[in-house]
Nanobody, 126 residues
Framework: QVQLVESGGGLVQAGGTLRLSCAAS????????MGWFRQDPGKEREFVAG????????YYADSVKGRFTISRENAKNTVYLQMNSLKPEDTAVYYC???????????????????WGQGTRVTVSS
C-alpha cells in the first residue's frame, strides 16, 4: 500500500518556477515507478513526467521537456517536480502517482498506476 500527498502548488507568474513535492508512505515506494500527471477542468488527465525506482531513468511529455525536471529521494520517500519557465497552459491540478507494476514501462498511461495522490493546484498567470 502506498499513500501519496502532494504539496508545493500555488500561483505564479508566467516565466516563474515552482517545485512540487510528493511524500509517500509505505514500504514499496523505493520499488515504485513514480509519475506526475496534470488535469485541467474539462480535459483529460495527462502524463507530465515519470521516474524509475532508482532515479536513473526519467521520462517527459513533449510539452514540458526542457522546462520540468522529475527527481526522487528514496531515503525521504519523496518525489519532486521542478517546474521552470512556467506558461499559462501549465495551469492544472497536478497529481502524483505510483506504479508497482512489473514488466514494460507504460509510464504515460493512467491505468498503469495503482496509487494516486489528491492533487495540488498550479495556476500560472500571464
Amino acid at each position: 500500500q502506498v499513500q501519496l500527498v502532494e504539496s508545493g502548488g500555488g500561483l505564479v507568474q508566467a516565466g516563474g518556477t515552482l517545485r512540487l513535492s510528493c511524500a509517500a508512505s509505505g514500504r514499496t515506494f523505493s520499488r515504485s515507478f513514480m509519475g506526475w500527471f496534470r488535469q485541467d477542468p474539462g480535459k483529460e488527465r495527462e502524463f507530465v513526467a515519470g521516474v524509475n525506482w532508482s532515479g536513473s531513468g526519467t521520462y517527459y511529455a513533449d510539452s514540458v521537456k526542457g522546462r520540468f525536471t522529475i527527481s526522487r529521494e528514496n531515503a525521504k520517500n519523496t518525489v519532486y517536480l521542478q517546474m521552470n519557465s512556467l506558461k499559462p497552459e501549465d495551469t492544472a491540478v497536478y497529481y502524483c502517482a505510483a506504479s508497482t507494476s512489473s514488466g514494460n514501462y507504460e509510464y504515460s498511461a493512467r491505468y498503469w498506476y495503482n496509487y494516486w495522490g489528491q492533487g495540488t493546484r498550479v495556476t500560472v498567470s500571464s
